[in-house]
């Protein structure tokens, strides 16, 4: 169990989140290298079966990550992702999913060092929840 | 479909962590991957050069680079390979630096992180569609919520660099608080001579639409194109015809409107209570301010600020006074306090006899410092300059009892006893 390194994909949206990572990189912050970055334009462009196809195609968690609230930069996608992630975990746990697999949070472009600390975070809890094999396609 | 890769060392920012050759090589297995090249520093010139070449002679019809983030070079790239006829939009980046090789170590896994990155840029850049650019009108006003100093000032600046500024306000008058106040903190200015200039001037500058006794309703659009709904709230009085002669004043059924601000009600809690009743024991009486903050005080263990302005308000004292009265007095508090207080005489008989070391013994056993609390509310610890009894010293009094010719070793026993007493 000890040698399981979760697949991780982060959605982040290109104004604040994608760009608190590129000072996390900036800054040489060291985070594990689990995550695989997907760059929408705005948190709210999220559809919920991106985040059920990639438990499907082989992440074992999902990182949703936009900006805080009252920022976005298109001035309430973030409000329609957060509604989308509540509505989503109750459906994650009907089609038999822990709803801790998906992760949402708020990163603003000033904040590298706060996304390297989710990425810490999000890589423990799902090595603590393990593989995720309830709806993986094979 | 003829995918050109692109994969930058960016010197050693990425070569360092990353086995580019290796990344390159990945990609060139990829599908649809014509051409797959590793080169210092893709953005300089050569490295344009080499996209342009390949896209010309190659015949590419996407380009992945991987390199930095998007946010840096994208608009680089995308203009590199539009100059070589390829449209922009079938560009894709690979963030292989800021996402990947700073913030890693291990280089095993750095490199294969990478690999997956390019990949998922490659198979991305088979879906890229060519797109137009298209020009939006952007509106060229501003709109500003609030009168009061702050919106003044900013509708002032907008208007003057030329922009129209809508300004809405929902009373009927602009100024807001600072209106209402005499100076401003801490300059002590005159705050009507700072504001009424700006007021008259919102009026007056012919690029500020001034939308009094309004609100605003609901907000939708983005960036550059808002929509804004804005309540005006009926004013029963023709604004174009109306010239202020303020006849109509003296026909109007409604008289002796005085705007005053809106008085602070005190919100009647607990804390307000007992200090209300303390008040009654005296009558309410001016004179006997200090005796209410003394059994105030021994009440709360403190005086908490909603108990002086509590005592203020009921005395009738401005609120200043009291809590000039309050910090005077050593015997008041206005922080909160432990439930014993600690208090170790440092004059000058008790110094000589030890009374430092009764001092940090006490620290060191309440794990705090003079003026503080312990964690479980306990004790407060305080340095007194003299309690009056040299011939005892060194001497502490705990709670007014007295207890002299102290040694270290009584220190843990006198606390056991207090924390006995509550336990």
Redesign the interface.
């Known amino acids: 169990m000890s040698s399981f390194e979760p697949r991780i994909v982060a959605f982040l949206c290109n104004w604040c989140s994608y760009a608190g990572a590129d000072l996390a990189g900036t800054s040489r912050i060291k985070y594990p290298p689990n995550v695989r970055t997907i760059r929408v334009m705005c948190s709210g462009r999220i559809n919920p079966m991106f985040i059920v196809n990639a438990l499907q195609e082989g992440a074992d968690g999902v990182l949703i990550s936009g900006c805080h609230p009252g920022d976005c930069h298109y001035s309430k996608g973030n409000y329609y992702a957060r509604r989308r992630y509540q509505v989503m975990k109750n459906i994650l746990e009907y089609i038999g999913i822990h709803p801790d697999r998906v992760r949402m949070s708020w990163v603003s472009a000033g904040e590298g060092q706060k996304f390297a600390d989710v990425i810490n975070e999000v890589i423990e809890g799902i090595k603590a929840l393990g593989p995720a094999e309830e709806i993986r396609r094979r | 479909m003829r995918i050109g890769v692109y994969v930058c060392e960016c010197g050693i920012n990425i070569s360092n962590t990353v086995d580019v050759d290796e990344v390159a090589k990945y990609a060139g297995t990829l599908p649809d991957v014509h051409t797959s090249r590793v080169y210092k520093y893709m953005c300089s010139d050569p490295g344009q050069e080499m996209i342009k070449n390949d896209i010309r002679e190659e015949g590419l019809t996407r380009v992945v680079v991987a390199s930095c983030?998007?946010?840096?070079h994208e608009p680089t790239f995308r203009n590199a390979v539009e100059e070589a006829g390829l449209n922009p939009y079938c560009f894709e980046m690979a963030?292989i630096?800021?996402?990947?090789s700073?913030?890693?170590?291990?280089r095993e896994?750095?490199t294969?992180?990478a690999m997956?990155?390019v990949a998922?840029a490659v198979l991305k850049s088979a879906f890229d569609k060519p797109l137009d650019k298209k020009e939006v009108p952007v509106t060229h006003n501003a709109m500003v919520i609030g009168a009061g100093i702050a919106g003044i000032q900013a509708s002032l600046d907008i208007a003057d660099s030329g922009y129209k500024v809508y300004l809405v306000e929902k009373d009927s008058t602009i100024g807001g608080r600072m209106a209402q106040l005499d100076k401003t903190f801490p300059t002590l200015d005159c705050s009507a001579c700072i504001l009424t200039p700006k007021m008259s001037d919102v009026p007056r500058h012919p690029n500020i639409e001034l939308l009094t006794y309004s609100e605003v309703e609901d907000?939708s659009?983005?960036?550059g194109n808002f929509r804004v709904s804005v309540k005006k709230k009926a004013r029963y009085v023709n604004t174009d015809k109306c010239t202020g002669c303020g006849v109509c004043s003296n026909v109007c059924p409604v008289h002796n409107v005085i705007q005053v601000p809106e008085p602070v009600k005190t919100k009647v809690t607990p804390e307000i209570k007992a200090v209300d009743a303390i008040i009654d024991r005296y009558e309410a009486k001016r004179d006997a301010l200090i005796q209410i903050l003394q059994d105030a005080n021994k009440h709360f263990n403190y005086l908490p600020e909603a108990v002086l302005r509590r005592a203020a308000e009921r005395l009738g004292i401005p609120f200043s006074e009291v809590y000039g009265t309050a910090s005077f007095y050593k015997s008041f508090s206005l922080t909160p306090r432990g439930k014993h207080i600690i208090q170790v005489c440092m004059g000058t008989a008790c110094h000589v006899r030890g009374a430092s070391r009764i001092l940090e013994e006490f620290e060191r056993r309440l794990c705090i410092r003079p003026g503080e609390n312990t964690e479980d509310g306990l004790f407060t610890l305080e340095r007194v300059n003299c309690l009056g009894a040299c011939a005892l010293g060194p001497i502490i009094a705990v709670d007014g009892d007295y207890h002299g010719q102290m040694t270290t070793g009584k220190v843990s026993r006198l606390i056991d006893t207090y924390a006995k007493k509550d336990g």
């Open positions: 983030s998007p946010r840096m963030n630096r800021e996402h990947c700073w913030v890693h170590t291990d896994t750095a294969r992180k997956r990155i998922a907000i659009g983005y960036v």
